[in-house]
């Protein structure tokens, strides 16, 4: 009976994975969020910078929300916007709140690339446990009092849920990768779209355009 609930994953992800292992590996090397130095100020300017990229994803995603949601995937269960406001608020101390940086242009003009693209942002959340566990044990933390409730909450994503969140988006990956055998190309542009609007933000580059 061993073996009977064994999960495979979808072949999409696989290919998700070959198409895009350079951009993760360069997010995953230059993730600032792991400097040994980190101080309040730099972590709050760091929150601002993903807040800007979330927003122009999920602005993006906007429109293909009800299509989402008819393959299990609630685009409002899945929103980092508001957890990186509520860190952004927690870390304010009197810094500088202006989030009116430039604003990438970012589309995803069929539901094809809004699911390759949600798999970069569902992707980074369950990255975002790594980052967690590196902040939650930092000077900072200590001495901020930051907490997965409160200065933290946008890295821990969904807590004890985020493996579940994991493997119930990556059925649903497939399901839609198999119910649209042309999409395939498309899905992936989109997680690539996702992967240099991150870069781009990131790094300071927000002012870059994408389509």
């Known amino acids: 009976m061993q073996n009977h609930d064994k999960w495979t994953l979808p072949a999409i992800v696989h290919a998700l994975r ?78 500088s709140t202006d989030d009116d940086e430039h604003e990438p242009t970012f589309a995803l003009p069929t539901l094809a690339s809004a699911w390759g693209a949600l798999y970069v942002m569902e992707g980074s959340t369950l990255g975002g446990q790594h980052i967690l566990r590196a902040l939650e044990t930092s000077a900072l933390a200590r001495r901020e009092g930051l907490t997965r409730v409160s200065g933290l909450a946008y890295f821990t994503g969904y807590a004890s849920r985020t493996g579940e969140m994991w493997r119930q988006f990556l059925s649903a990956l497939g399901e839609a990768d198999v119910a649209d055998t042309g999409g395939r190309d498309a899905i992936i542009d989109g997680a690539r779209s996702a992967f240099a609007l991150f870069e781009r933000v990131l790094s300071g580059s927000a002012s870059s355009h994408s389509t």
């Open 18 to 95: 070959d198409a895009t292992r350079e951009a993760h590996d360069r997010l995953d090397a230059n993730s600032p969020a792991f400097a040994p130095d980190l101080d309040l100020y730099a972590y709050h300017e760091i929150l601002g910078r993903y807040l800007t990229a979330h927003r122009a994803l999920e602005q993006a995603l906007e429109p293909w929300a009800t299509s989402l949601a008819r393959r299990g995937v609630s685009l409002d269960e899945r929103r980092k916007v508001p957890l990186l406001l509520l860190d952004r608020a927690r870390t304010t101390s009197g810094l």
